[in-house]
């Protein structure tokens, strides 16, 4: 299948941030004219005025008559200290006397006068040694030079404007800052967008190996911020698809498997019951009154078996889909325990089997329904008699709990042939019979494989727990746990 190429993320992110670099670089360029320019104003105004008092008190300490080399020496010592492009620095005599700093060409300085410097005539034109047109010039600081009472001159400073009064262009900062900012962000913004463009085309990989079907894949991204925590929320998603599919396989394997199982277990008694059949009614085999009524037997009790089979599947379909409503009811384990043991004797004495009850010494009070945990116990007495070789023992012991709010355990011990460790993890599944000496089928042939998973549904239902382990030196032992109360 060909995908359709479809528009690249990048040249989203690439237009937006040039946009954004141009907006920027344009409040740059207000800033300066807003902001840089007046600070750098101020700033040039009150060193202005720190030189003109300087030279107009110097001035006025030289002695008389002023001459221009004198003035000139003063204003030279002190235009350094000004610090700003443009400036000049000027004496202008009360007797006519004209002192500029840098000097000026001879006909500016044989005019006489100083003028203003606001209207932008001639006479300020080649402040730098430049003729190259009108100029205007601001005046930052005035000063009179004065000897004692009288006012002998005045000391001016000014500064020469760019022509056409865009003082922003003479703010250095923004003529060197705004074009390296502008290429550095530029430059910086396209690496930083190619690297979110790479990632999240590494996203969009792992997200169709996801849906082709390959969940062992990983993002890798543990970087944390916003595309990190997502790779993080992929992979986590993945690991929840790629369990969700094992569990259903798994069920579907089961499923599988009690089918299979059900089927076979049916299967068994309706052949017996099938033959013995046959065998009746056929009219060339002769039966005889004492045959007729062992297969007469034989038909009821396989009859029987399949009754229990579907009672018990039935009664385990209730308990997994929790159509079984408990009545819990407190009650104390221990006589329950002691009951049943006792209901069990007589069973247990013509199997030749001994059953052993050991009695606490004091009441272990559980919330359970009574009816649920007699059955618990009769099922776990019931496989003992069935695996258990004549001549065996079994011992029911019940432990109290030590502490409020602990467990009590009920345990169920023989001395039969046991189970083999690696299958210690089926027992409570549904139609298990362990294979091994003495354990390959029950001993009355009744089972039906079921008893112990009605075991583990039941007690699980109650919040409690059932395991089974081996019982040295020889057997099984299983222990059913419950909350105590």
Do not use: C
């Not at 390959?214 to 929840?240: C, F, K, P, W, Y």
């Not at 069990?344 to 009695?359: I, K, S, V, Y």
């Not at 355990?409 to 599944?429: R, S, T």
Request: charged residues 25%; proline residues 5%; without cysteine.
């Amino acid at each position: 299948m060909t995908r359709k190429r479809g528009k690249s993320l990048f040249w989203t992110i690439a237009g937006m941030f040039f946009l954004t670099t141009l907006l920027g670089s344009l409040l740059q360029i207000l800033v300066a004219v807003a902001v840089l320019r007046p600070l750098e104003t101020r700033e040039a105004r009150s060193r202005a005025e720190l030189a003109a008092s300087g030279v107009a008190a110097e001035i006025a300490a030289l002695p008389l008559p002023l001459t221009a080399p004198r003035v000139e020496t003063v204003l030279e010592r002190h235009r350094d200290r000004l610090g700003f492009r443009g400036s000049v620095i000027a004496y202008r005599g009360a007797d006519g006397l004209y002192v500029a700093e840098p000097s000026p060409p001879a006909r500016y300085r044989s005019s006489g006068s100083m003028g203003s410097g606001e209207s932008g005539d001639s006479s300020a034109a080649g402040a730098q040694g430049e003729d190259r047109g009108p100029s205007r010039f601001e005046t930052l600081a005035q000063r009179p030079v004065k000897r004692g009472d009288a006012t002998i001159g005045e000391v001016s400073v000014r500064r020469r404007l760019p022509r056409g009064g865009w003082g922003y262009w003479e703010t250095r900062t923004a003529l060197l800052f705004v074009p390296f900012a502008v290429l550095a962000s530029a430059l910086a913004g396209l690496v930083i967008v190619r690297l979110l463009v790479r990632r999240l085309r590494a996203l969009e990989l792992l997200a169709a190996r996801i849906a082709e079907g390959d969940l062992t894949v990983r993002s890798g991204d543990r970087s944390g911020d916003e595309i990190g925590r997502l790779a993080e929320q992929l992979d986590r998603m993945t690991e929840r698809i790629a369990e969700a599919r094992a569990s259903l396989k798994e069920n579907e394997r089961q499923r599988r498997q009690l089918f299979a199982d059900i089927t076979h277990e049916l299967a068994t008694p309706l052949t017996s019951i099938r033959g013995y059949a046959e065998t009746l009614l056929d009219p060339a085999v002769a039966v005889t009154t004492e045959e007729r009524s062992r297969y007469m037997r034989g038909l009821l009790e396989e009859a029987a078996r399949l009754d229990r089979l579907i009672s018990d599947l039935f009664e385990l379909a209730r308990l997994e889909a929790g159509a079984s409503a408990l009545q819990p009811e407190r009650l104390d384990w221990a006589a329950l325990g002691r009951h049943t043991a006792e209901r069990f004797q007589p069973r247990f004495r013509d199997a030749g089997l001994t059953l052993t009850w050991r009695e606490p010494a004091e009441p272990a009070w559980i919330q359970a329904d009574g009816r649920r945990m007699e059955q618990v116990l009769e099922n776990l007495l019931t496989n003992a008699l069935r695996y258990v070789p004549r001549g065996g023992r079994v011992e029911v012991s019940l432990s109290p709990s030590a502490r409020p709010g602990g467990r009590h355990a009920l345990h169920v011990a023989d001395d039969g042939p046991g189970i083999p460790a690696g299958d210690m993890g089926h027992v409570f599944e549904r139609f298990y019979r362990a294979v091994g000496p003495g354990r390959s089928r029950p001993a009355d042939g009744k089972g039906s494989g079921l008893g112990l998973a009605i075991v583990k549904e039941i007690v699980e239902r109650h919040g409690g727990t059932v395991r089974a382990e081996s019982n040295a030196p020889h057997g099984l032992r299983i222990t059913v746990e419950l909350p105590a109360v």
